[in-house]
T-cell receptor, first 116, second 111 residues
Framework: ETGVTQSPTHLIKTRGQQVTLRCSSQSGHNTVSWYQQALGQGPQFIFQYYREEENGRGNFPPRFSGLQFPNYSSELNVNALELDDSALYLC???????????????FGQGTRLTVV | QKEVEQNSGPLSVPEGAIASLNCTYSDRGSQSFFWYRQYSGKSPELIMFIYSNGDKEDGRFTAQLNKASQYVSLLIRDSQPSDSATYLCAVKGSSASKIIFGSGTRLSIRP
C-alpha cells in the first residue's frame, strides 16, 4: 500500500460528457502527478501539481485540466470525452518539489475510465 | 526516437535464472532513473531507483546505470514465478517535473 488513494476505481461515461477523478496523496507529499495509461502502453504524463500550482504539463489538450487543494489532494477533470480517453488514469504523489531529484513517485490504484 | 525505449518482450526466463531487462533514454540531462513493476490490471509499484553511474543492489534486484551510454538495466536474480509482470523503466529528465515512462517489458518466469 502506498497511501495514495484514487476514486472512483471504475467509471463508464458517454462520449461528450465530462468527468472528474480524485486523488488523495500520501501523507507528507506535496507533489501530485497524473498519468494516462492506455492498454499495453506505459503511463503518459498529463501534468503535475506542486503546492497548488501546475508544475509541468505533457502533450495533452486543454480539455484535460486539474486542481490541487491545500491538503495536497488533487482532481483531474476531462471535458468533452472522446473514445480514445478510455484508459487507466493514475495519480502519483511525491515528497518534494521540482528541484529535488529524489522524488520517486508512488502510485494510487488507478481509475479505469471507459468512454462509450 | 522515443524518449525512453524498452523491448516490449515477452521475455521468458526459467525459474531460478537471472532476468535482464534493458532500457535506453534520449535526454542526456536525465538525473533519476526508476524501475516499476506492474501486474496485470494493477498500478505500477516502485522497486528500484538509481541516480549515479554503476550498480545498486537491493535484495534480488540490481539496477545498473551508464549515463555515457544512456542505458539503464535491471537484473533479477533467482527469478520466481511471482516476478512475472510488466517492468516499466522511468526517467526523470532535465525538465525536472515529469517522469517519462517506457512502454514496458513483459517478463514471464517459466517453472
Amino acid at each position: 500500500e502506498t497511501g495514495v488513494t484514487q476514486s472512483p476505481t471504475h467509471l463508464i461515461k458517454t462520449r461528450g460528457q465530462q468527468v472528474t477523478l480524485r486523488c488523495s496523496s500520501q501523507s507528507g507529499h506535496n507533489t501530485v502527478s497524473w498519468y494516462q495509461q492506455a492498454l499495453g502502453q506505459g503511463p503518459q504524463f498529463i501534468f503535475q501539481y506542486y503546492r497548488e500550482e501546475e508544475n509541468g504539463r505533457g502533450n495533452f489538450p486543454p480539455r484535460f485540466s486539474g486542481l490541487q487543494f491545500p491538503n495536497y489532494s488533487s482532481e483531474l477533470n476531462v471535458n468533452a470525452l472522446e473514445l480514445d480517453d478510455s484508459a487507466l488514469y493514475l495519480c502519483a504523489s511525491s515528497p518534494a518539489g521540482a528541484a529535488d531529484r529524489d522524488t520517486e513517485a508512488f502510485f494510487g490504484q488507478g481509475t479505469r475510465l471507459t468512454v462509450v | 526516437q522515443k524518449e525512453v525505449e524498452q523491448n516490449s518482450g515477452p521475455l521468458s526466463v526459467p525459474e531460478g535464472a537471472i532476468a535482464s531487462l534493458n532500457c535506453t533514454y534520449s535526454d542526456r540531462g536525465s538525473q533519476s532513473f526508476f524501475w516499476y513493476r506492474q501486474y496485470s490490471g494493477k498500478s505500477p509499484e516502485l522497486i528500484m531507483f538509481i541516480y549515479s553511474n554503476g550498480d545498486k543492489e537491493d535484495g534480488r534486484f540490481t539496477a545498473q546505470l551508464n549515463k555515457a551510454s544512456q542505458y539503464v538495466s535491471l537484473l533479477i536474480r533467482d527469478s520466481q514465478p511471482s516476478d512475472s509482470a510488466t517492468y516499466l523503466c522511468a526517467v526523470k529528465g532535465s525538465s525536472a517535473s515529469k517522469i517519462i515512462f517506457g512502454s514496458g517489458t513483459r517478463l514471464s518466469i517459466r517453472p
